[in-house]
């Protein structure tokens, strides 16, 4: 039997998952926004959210079922 991840670990992951999101998104917008590097845009996603990953993926997966977010409660 397999041990679970560690928290560590969890975070680790989530991270990943929260990173490969936002630059998803970031991709989606440069789509619209021509002339705008990538890495601004992401930028502009994760500054909305005092630079919190987790926060930045809460405020756009909230922005697109139209509901506020202003903290990671």
Same mark, same amino acid.
């Given at each position: 039997m397999s041990a679970e991840p560690s928290l560590?670990?969890?975070i680790? *992951?989530?991270r990943e998952l929260a990173d490969a999101f936002?630059?998803?998104k970031a991709s989606e917008l440069s789509l619209t926004t021509p002339g705008?590097?990538?890495q601004?845009?992401?930028n502009l996603l *994760?500054?909305?959210a005092y630079?919190?990953?987790c926060l930045a993926v809460l405020k756009v997966l909230n922005n697109t079922e139209?509901?506020?977010v202003s903290t990671c409660d």
């Open positions: 560590s670990e969890r680790r *992951t989530l936002l630059d998803e705008v590097p990538l601004v845009l992401r *994760t500054n909305r630079g919190c990953q139209g509901r506020p």
